[in-house]
T-cell receptor, first 113, second 115 residues
Framework: GQQLNQSPQSMFIQEGEDVSMNCTSS?????WLWYKQDPGEGPVLLIA?????ELTSNGRLTAQFGITRKDSFLNISASIPSDVGIYFC?????????????FGKGTHLIIQP | DSGVTQTPKHLITATGQRVTLRCSPR?????VYWYQQSLDQGLQFLIQ???????AKGNILERFSAQQFPDLHSELNLSSLELGDSALYFC??????????????FGSGTQLSVL
């Protein structure tokens, strides 16, 4: 099956810092999605990207669909304590249907006081 | 609150036993998905149902089975449980399960511990 490499695995940052994480694949994806999972909860969709080169923002979050269609990036500006959690990328490689979604293993974001 | 309800939240059982996990999708959603989340494997797609019918199968073991009932709730049955089955099991729902703009809404998960 399709595999996604998500990095970094974890990040320890200070409040107020900017954050960058990315996902790469050896295969082309048609859609890239970014989810956040809080402790004890399920993943929640943050941003969806549908076109190569697309740059989309959601508040302090900005994500980009790589022009090669094999990667995606998520940036968080001016981090705050509630940004703590696990961020997952997901790529969709079939024409449609969430059964074609492949998830990365997540980036754990930890904000140090 | 995603609108997807999963019960129970926690389940502790012994090897060899059988358990049933339950999921109620968001109101109006016809498609239900089951995922397994473990520390080393991340989120793994197990199976998808649409309006009562199986639509897609992922990495689901033969010891596991699922169904979607006429009221659209779904159950995931795990039998002959092994230590390695310990994981967080998520249910997600979407409107139709088709199309690249289809959005998944996840429940809070069932934490299964097999001792």
């Amino acid at each position: 099956g399709q595999q996604l490499n998500q990095s970094p695995q974890s990040m320890f940052i200070q409040e107020g810092e900017d954050v960058s994480m990315n996902c790469t694949s050896s295969s082309i994806f048609n859609t890239w999605l970014w989810y956040k999972q809080d402790p004890g909860e399920g993943p929640v969709l943050l941003i969806a990207l549908y076109k190569a080169g697309e740059l989309t923002s959601n508040g302090r979050l900005t994500a980009q669909f790589g022009i090669t269609r094999k990667d995606s990036f998520l940036n968080i500006s001016a981090s705050i304590p509630s940004d703590v959690g696990i961020y997952f990328c997901a790529g969709q490689w079939k024409g449609g249907g969430a059964d074609g979604l492949t998830f990365g293993k997540g980036t754990h974001l930890i904000i140090q006081p | 609150d995603s609108g997807v309800t999963q019960t129970p939240k926690h389940l502790i059982t012994a090897t060899g036993q059988r358990v049933t996990l339950r999921c109620s999708p968001r109101s109006g959603d016809l498609s239900v998905y089951w995922y397994q989340q473990s520390l080393d494997q991340g989120l793994q797609f197990l199976i998808q149902y649409y309006n009562g019918e199986e639509r897609a199968k992922g990495n689901i073991l033969e010891r596991f089975s699922a169904q979607q009932f006429p009221d659209l709730h779904s159950e995931l049955n795990l039998s002959s449980l092994e230590l390695g089955d310990s994981a967080l099991y998520f249910c997600a729902s979407s409107l139709s399960g088709q199309g690249k703009s289809e959005k998944l809404f996840f429940g809070s998960g069932t934490q299964l511990s097999v001792l």
